[in-house]
């Protein structure tokens, strides 16, 4: 259901030429909170319509091409053993077979490990070892340098899978280290201002918290179905405590105000002519929502941003990812005609021979 956004509006019974400063920033985590749960929400109608194209559409031409691939593997290898083709044929033949089967190997395609290895000199297992060796140590300075972090020398960052788990465990390990740190802090003798600041800290703490379970007891002093007789009335208000209890457990304060408003528990004058002390203790609650957001949504993009090898700070939207899937769907249909007439073509040994005294090594 959508929720008209909460604003705070000059109140025109005060003599005055603006909104205060906490009242404009009440406003502006408002509007930000506004535009990340629109985001969010276009986010989370967005995947699955890109989950369902990506499977029922796109990976079933990957297959097909990775499929044609796989004939052309086949066709070089069987073109290398006819003596029509003399020693020079051959040892292009060989690169070719080499550098599309093993990028073949690399797409899940085991079986052509055999082929491989027949022309290679090095086992393939043993030279993707070596060769993801190479690889992680790139990656693993690469995602230093873009997140920020440092990796420990163990970890393989040749999969995004693995790549992923290394950023959480990191993440993890950093806050377990604050967490440690500030126990330590704790266990040393404090200083009178480091006392007066926790107590500061605490209080306030205490306030914000206040603050929020202040607006749901009044909610909950006018809606609670149990006090209802009237059936239809008890039904609106039961629907109503639902959302009221949602808002409540994610801490959505906005969600609660414009319910307040909504069952006419206060009205925009009221709203407009809340104290500042209490407006900031409303913005530290809106404040720590709009960075839960803030990291839900990075979380969501994370992958897409992988995918598409993009920066953390490029610009992404649901809309540019679903266009991009509609362009690799086109792509990859061309993609395999081209494949299919190569195939066909190919399998004229004298045109194959034609072709092979222009590839060079």
Request: with cysteine; net charge negative; proline share 2%.
């Amino acid at each position: 259901m959508k929720t008209k956004i909460v604003h705070i509006h000059q109140d025109t019974d005060i003599n005055t030429n603006s909104l205060s400063k906490a009242q404009k920033k009440f406003n502006s985590l408002s509007k930000k909170i506004d535009a990340q749960k629109k985001i969010l929400q276009d986010w989370q109608n967005a995947i699955p319509k890109y989950q369902q194209r990506f499977h029922s559409e796109y990976q079933p031409f990957v297959n097909r091409y990775i499929q044609c691939r796989v004939e052309l593997v086949h066709l070089f290898d069987a073109a290398y053993h006819d003596n029509f083709f003399k020693k020079t044929d051959k040892a292009k033949l060989k690169a070719l077979i080499l550098d599309l089967s093993g990028d073949l190997i690399h797409e899940g395609r085991d079986e052509l490990k055999v082929i491989y290895n027949r022309y290679n000199d090095l086992d393939f297992d043993a030279e993707n070892e070596e060769m993801n060796s190479s690889i992680s140590q790139a990656m693993k300075s690469l995602f230093e340098e873009m997140y920020d972090m440092e990796f420990d020398e163990s970890i393989d960052f040749s999969s995004f899978e693995n790549l992923q788990e290394a950023i959480e465990a990191k993440r993890q390990a950093e806050q377990e280290r604050e967490a440690h740190r500030k126990s330590k802090q704790q266990q040393r003798k404090k200083t009178t201002k480091q006392l007066e600041k926790e107590a500061r800290e605490k209080e306030e703490a205490q306030n914000t918290s206040k603050s929020i379970q202040e607006v749901f007891r009044k909610l909950v002093t006018v809606l609670h179905p149990d006090r209802e007789p009237d059936e239809t009335e008890r039904e609106r208000k039961t629907a109503l405590m639902q959302r009221v209890n949602e808002a409540y457990r994610k801490k959505e304060l906005l969600l609660l105000l414009a319910l307040q408003l909504e069952v006419e528990q206060i009205d925009q004058q009221k709203l407009n002519t809340f104290a500042d002390d209490r407006l900031k203790h409303f913005n530290k609650i809106l404040q720590d929502q709009l960075h839960e957001l803030e990291q839900e949504i990075d979380e969501i993009e994370f992958p897409f941003r992988m995918q598409l090898n993009m920066s953390p700070y490029a610009k992404l939207s649901p809309e540019s990812i679903l266009k991009s899937l509609s362009i690799n769907i086109r792509d990859i249909q061309f993609a395999i005609q081209e494949k299919q007439k190569e195939l066909e073509a190919l399998q004229d040994p004298v045109l194959l021979k034609s072709i092979l005294k222009s590839y060079r090594l």
